[in-house]
C-alpha cells in the first residue's frame, strides 16, 4: 500500500529529533512523498522550541518540486479540560495542529478524565489529528473519542512508531484494535503518522499496514492519500 501523505514528523528543532528541515525535505523527495508535515512539539516539551520559531514559518517555502510541505505542530495537551500549550494567535498562523497527550507532561488520571482531556483538544480549530491515541498508561474511552472525532471532523492517528518492538507505549496493538474496530463500524476515517525523528523514518508505516491488512480495515478511510486539503488552514 503506498501512502502519498505523512503529517507526522519533528526536526532537530523539537529537540529529541536528529533531522533538519533540508534533510527532511531530501528525504521525502527521495521517496516521491507528495505531502509532508512538519509539526514541531509544543514548547512544553523539554527542549523543544519557542513559539517565535512557529511564527517565522512565513520564511519556509511550501514547494519542492512535486513535494508540498505543510507546516504544524504537536500541541501537548496539559489538562482535563483539554487544554494545549499553543494560543489561539499562533495556531492560526499554522496549518494544522495535532494535540497529543505525552507522559512527562500530562498526569493521567481516570479514563473519563484523559478521555475529555482528548475532546476538548478536539474543539480547538486547528487540530486536526489526535496523535498516539494508543497508551494504556494514559487508557481512553474509545467509543466516546470516535464520536467525538467524528462530531468535529478530527482525524485519529494511528501510530506507527507506537507499534515498534520496544515502544513505550503500552497495550498499542490491542488499544488501536479495539479503536479501528469502531472507527470501521462507524465509518470515522483515520490517517498514518510516522512520528518520523529522524529523516529516514518518513512514511515508513509498516507496523501500522501490516495490522490494518491483518483486521481488514477499509482502505477508503484512511485520510494519507485522500483528504489533503483537510488539513491545511
Not at 47 to 76: M, Q, T, W
Not at 89 to 111: E, P, Q, V
Not at 112 to 119: E, F, L, M
Request: aromatic share 8%; glycine share 6%.
Amino acid at each position: 500500500m503506498k501512502h502519498f501523505a505523512d503529517l507526522h514528523t519533528h526536526t532537530i528543532a523539537s529537540g529529541h529529533a536528529y533531522s533538519t528541515l533540508d534533510e527532511m525535505i531530501e528525504q521525502a523527495k527521495k521517496i516521491n512523498l507528495k505531502v509532508l508535515g512538519i509539526t514541531e512539539h509544543g514548547p512544553m516539551m523539554p527542549g523543544s522550541c519557542n513559539l517565535i520559531y512557529f511564527h517565522n514559518y512565513r520564511v519556509v517555502p511550501r514547494e519542492y518540486d512535486s513535494l508540498k510541505l505543510l507546516l504544524g505542530v504537536e500541541a501537548n495537551i496539559y489538562d482535563y479540560e483539554g487544554s494545549i500549550d499553543i494560543d489561539d494567535d499562533t495556531l492560526n498562523r499554522l496549518d494544522y495542529a495535532i494535540a497529543s497527550l505525552h507522559g512527562n507532561i500530562f498526569k493521567a488520571g481516570t479514563i473519563r478524565d484523559n478521555t475529555r482531556a482528548v475532546i476538548g483538544a478536539m474543539k480547538h480549530t486547528k487540530v486536526k489529528i489526535i496523535g498516539h491515541p494508543d497508551d494504556s498508561n494514559i487508557p481512553l474511552n474509545y467509543n466516546e473519542v470516535v464520536k467525538a472525532a467524528k462530531e468535529y471532523n478530527v482525524s485519529l492517528e494511528m501510530n506507527n512508531s507506537s507499534l515498534k518492538p520496544g515502544s513505550f507505549r503500552a497495550n498499542a496493538k490491542d488499544n488501536y484494535k479495539h479503536m479501528l474496530d469502531i472507527c470501521a463500524n462507524k465509518e470515522v476515517p483515520i490517517i498514518l503518522g510516522s512520528d518520523a525523528h529522524i529523516a529516514k523514518d518518513i512514511a515508513f508505516f509498516e507496523y501500522a499496514e501490516n495490522l490494518l491488512e491483518e483486521i481488514g480495515f477499509p482502505e477508503k478511510l484512511i485520510l494519507n492519500n485522500t483528504a489533503f486539503e483537510h488539513f491545511k488552514g
